[in-house]
Every structure is written in structure tokens, then in C-alpha cells.
T-cell receptor, first 113, second 112 residues
Framework: AQSVTQPDIHITVSEGASLELRCNYS??????LFWYVQSPGQGLQLLLK??????LVQGIKGFEAEFKRSQSSFNLRKPSVHWSDAAEYFC???????????FGKGTRLSVIA | NAGVTQTPKFQVLKTGQSMTLQCAQD?????MSWYRQDPGMGLRLIHY???????DQGEVPNGYNVSRSTTEDFPLRLLSAAPSQTSVYFC???????????FGDGTRLSIL
């Protein structure tokens, strides 16, 4: 079955430090992969997407993610975290058929001074 | 440009009551979906629709009903509210299911 796993429930980083949020997927063919961010009390906002081509994708707010087929991973990275990045982050995956996206359970990011 | 609009934003119900959560989008998206979000559970798909007149069940459909009579609207009905349905509900839309989804701001529902 298709699945998306986010191994980390909660991560705390210092402001200015680098960030990597993990996402693993289980899809037979090349998946469509997404990262979303949810600020408290808000809906989800798309950060970036991967469909095909260049395995390093750039998103909004200075985020990037790298698709690694050999590791079935699509980790989200940011070189320097800002306090405003504190939020919940969701990885999601789909395929070429018209079936619903599968979301990971999310990783909550806390940023400390 | 409204995007995805959900109403109401907050609602308190008594057990056994019924209600409809509204969702409308103005982007001419074919695909629409309803999720519930509970602590530690992520987003769980309730129902989805790939176009007007077509709906299907997601992961947690029991106790909920949907219809899609127009492209723009995708209401979610709670038939007989139960405390286990206390949650935050999100509606989303996209051109196709594997395209980036646009989310509404959510409806916070409490059932006493």
C-alpha cells in the first residue's frame, strides 16, 4: 500500500540553525511529492512539490527538498531557521492516477532563541 | 479571489444533532476532498470527489455524507453527531488529485 512516513513527531532547533525534516514514501512508480506547512489555527500552505526532473526542488520561504529514489526519501531542508518557521509540516504523496494524496502524520517544529 | 471557503469557522453541537459543513471553491477545480485533523493523527481523508456527481469514500467515512452537485460546492454532512467527531475539518481542492491542493482555513467542531 502507498504510504508516507514522517519519523519525527517533534523537532526543536535554535534560531539560525539548519533544519532537515524527514519524509519517507512507499510508492511503486515515481511519486508526486509535496511539503505543506500549517501555522497554528490555519489551513495548510504548499511549500514545494516534486513531479519529475531535477531532484532538488526549491520552494517558498527559503525551503528546499531533495528526492532520493534510492532512499525513498523526500527530506525538507532550510539552511537557517527563523522563529516564524515554527509550525507543523506535512509531507504528502500521490501517483499518476486520480487517487487521493496520502499525508504523513506531520512534524511539529519548535524554534528556540 | 476567495480560493477555498469553509463555513462555519466554529461550531458546537449536541450529540445526535445533524449539521452541514460548507465548502466552496472558485478555481474551477475538479477534485475536492474533506479531511479531519486530530492531535497526533495527521490529516485523515473522509470523502473526496473527482468531479461533479462523483464522490468516493476515504479512510474515515463513517458518520459522514457528501454530495457534489456542482463543481464549486462540496458540503459535508454529519448525520448524527457523536463526541468522537469533535475535530478540525479541512476542505481542499485541486485540478486533479495529484496536483497541489488548496486548503480552506478549517472548521473547528465540538460535539458535547
Amino acid at each position: 500500500a502507498q504510504s508516507v512516513t514522517q519519523p519525527d513527531i517533534h523537532i526543536t532547533v535554535s534560531e539560525g540553525a539548519s533544519l532537515e525534516l524527514r519524509c519517507n514514501y512507499s510508492y511503486g512508480a515515481t511519486p508526486y511529492l509535496f511539503w505543506y506547512v500549517q501555522s497554528p489555527g490555519q489551513g495548510l500552505q504548499l511549500l514545494l512539490k516534486y513531479f519529475s526532473g531535477d531532484t532538488l526542488v526549491q520552494g517558498i520561504k527559503g525551503f528546499e527538498a531533495e528526492f532520493k529514489r534510492s532512499q525513498s526519501s523526500f527530506n525538507l531542508r532550510k539552511p537557517s531557521v527563523h522563529w516564524s518557521d515554527a509550525a507543523e509540516y506535512f509531507c504528502a504523496g500521490g501517483n499518476s492516477g486520480n487517487t487521493p494524496l496520502v499525508f504523513g502524520k506531520g512534524t511539529r517544529l519548535s524554534v528556540i532563541a | 479571489n476567495a480560493g477555498v471557503t469553509q463555513t462555519p469557522k466554529f461550531q458546537v453541537l449536541k450529540t445526535g444533532q445533524s449539521m452541514t459543513l460548507q465548502c466552496a471553491q472558485d478555481m474551477n477545480h475538479e477534485y475536492m476532498s474533506w479531511y479531519r485533523q486530530d492531535p497526533g493523527m495527521g490529516l485523515r481523508l473522509i470523502h473526496y470527489s473527482v468531479g461533479a456527481g462523483i464522490t468516493d469514500q476515504g479512510e474515515v467515512p463513517n458518520g459522514y455524507n457528501v454530495s457534489r452537485s456542482t463543481t464549486e460546492d462540496f458540503p459535508l454532512r454529519l448525520l448524527s453527531a457523536a463526541p468522537s467527531q469533535t475535530s478540525v475539518y479541512f476542505c481542499a481542492s485541486s485540478y486533479r488529485s495529484n496536483q497541489p491542493q488548496h486548503f480552506g482555513d478549517g472548521t473547528r467542531l465540538s460535539i458535547l
